[in-house]
Structures are given as C-alpha cells and as structure tokens.
C-alpha cells in the first residue's frame, strides 16, 4: 500500500513539472547530484559507522575538548606563577 502511494506522488509530481518555470530542470540536477556519505570516524571508542555512533563519537569528542582543566594542582599553579614572573621580568627589562 505504502509503495503503490509512494509512486502515485511519484508520477504525480513528475506530470506536474514544468520546463517554463525551471521545476523540471531543478528535479533533474536533484537526482543526477551525487551523495556523499558520512565517511566512518575512528574515536577512543573505536571506529564508529552508524550516523549514531559517529554523533556520539563527535559529541563526547566535543565534550572532553570544552571541559575546564584541573587548575588547583600544585605543579599547575607553579607553572602560572612562574609564568607570571617571568612576563612581569620581561616587561621591565623591556
């Protein structure tokens, strides 16, 4: 049943176009258009095919790089203080 409806739009649609108003020629560039498919994405959770996983992958991905870094370890506030130091010495001899 659906398949009999699908093609009754089908041809409906075809009768209906017109060269007059570039109908005809915008179907005919739509179905001669190569598709591209979603090439598979390799993440840390393996190589995702499906559209949900490759979302997934992308999501996670997307998620670890907006997260905020650890900055109360001690080494990492050395690091800035250090760094800090060394604009303000760079700044003066300058």
Do not use: C
């Amino acid at each position: 049943m659906k398949k009999v409806l699908k093609q009754t739009d089908w041809r409906n649609k075809l009768l209906a176009l017109q060269p007059d108003d570039n109908t005809l020629r915008n179907t005919a560039k739509r179905m001669s258009r190569k598709r591209v498919k979603i090439s598979a994405l390799h993440g840390p959770a393996g190589i995702a095919y499906s559209n949900t996983d490759i979302a997934e992958s992308i999501a996670n991905s997307l998620k670890e790089q907006f997260t905020l870094n650890d900055l109360h370890g001690i080494d990492t506030e050395n690091a800035v203080n250090h760094s800090k130091h060394s604009q303000k010495n760079e700044q003066k001899t300058s």
